[in-house]
């Protein structure tokens, strides 16, 4: 249902603070997401640094960013699948197989635009 509350800088400030307790969780409770935030703390700036153009960093940066990005989506996938079925179930278990999946899609773009970007240069 749409909100009936009125928007301003209270909404954007609750807004602000659900998002760090999303962060939060994840880093608790989310080993994926801890590796992941390890990984990408070096290479976005390493991205920054190495693009040779805006663009090039743009998708150096955007590309690393987008793993965490769907590691968070993928562990809320989890973690409500694991409420709705805590019994093993077959879509229970395809809906966090698929989540994982788009965790691993999101590493080989990653990869893809990193290789790309870089491998003209050596």
Do not use: C
């Not at 960093?57 to 989890?78: H, I, Y």
């Amino acid at each position: 249902m749409a909100s009936t509350e009125p928007r301003g800088p209270r909404q954007i400030l609750q807004a602000f603070r659900y998002s760090a307790q999303g962060l939060y969780a994840a880093w608790r409770h989310e080993a994926s997401f801890r590796m992941e935030i390890y990984l990408a703390t070096p290479l976005i700036p390493l991205g920054i640094y190495l693009g040779a153009t805006a663009a090039e960093r743009a998708l150096m940066a955007g590309s690393v960013l987008l793993v965490p990005t769907l590691e968070l989506l993928n562990g809320g996938l989890e973690a409500i699948v694991d409420k709705t079925t805590p019994e093993l179930h077959v879509l229970a278990g395809r809906a966090k197989d698929m989540g994982s999946a788009a965790v691993f899609f999101a590493m080989l773009n990653a990869t893809m635009v990193w290789s790309l970007i870089l491998w003209p240069r050596w």
